[in-house]
């Protein structure tokens, strides 16, 4: 039988409430919660995140070491595209909850969320397709 980890358990009652199924999360005055994240989303996330902080310890190492500055210009691109890679995940992931959400409440929320997704395809548009 698979022990559950702690980060499991820990997200299991971070379910409460109507945010669900939300990771938790350590929360200011200004956060905001997702009106919902699909759990493998989450996992595939969390995944992906802890390979990019190994990739970015391993560059941290190469820059010590005075490693040829073109291998290190490689790792880069590849720390960019991993990253590229969640947050093509955390968007769809908005546009399916939180959008679909504010749209169907319609008026000024639905507004909203509109500038909002204007500000973030303006703001993360580099050029590739991730």
Not at 29 to 56: C, T
Not at 107 to 130: C, I, K, N, P, T
Request: aromatic residues 2%; charged residues 30%.
């Amino acid at each position: 039988m698979a022990k559950k980890s702690p980060t499991k358990k820990k997200r299991e009652s971070a379910t409460e409430g109507p945010h669900c199924p939300t990771p938790p999360v350590a929360m200011g005055a200004s956060e905001r919660l997702a009106v919902a994240v699909d759990p493998d989303v989450v996992e595939r996330n969390l995944k992906r995140l802890r390979r990019i902080e190994g990739q970015v310890r391993g560059l941290q190492k190469m820059v010590a070491e005075g490693r040829y500055c073109a291998d290190i210009l490689v790792q880069v691109s590849a720390v960019n595209q991993a990253l590229r890679g969640v947050r093509k995940e955390l968007l769809r992931n908005h546009l399916k909850h939180c959008a679909a959400a504010a749209w169907a409440k319609g008026g000024a929320e639905a507004e909203a969320m509109q500038g909002e997704l204007l500000d973030l395809v303006f703001r993360h548009a580099d050029g590739s397709s991730a």
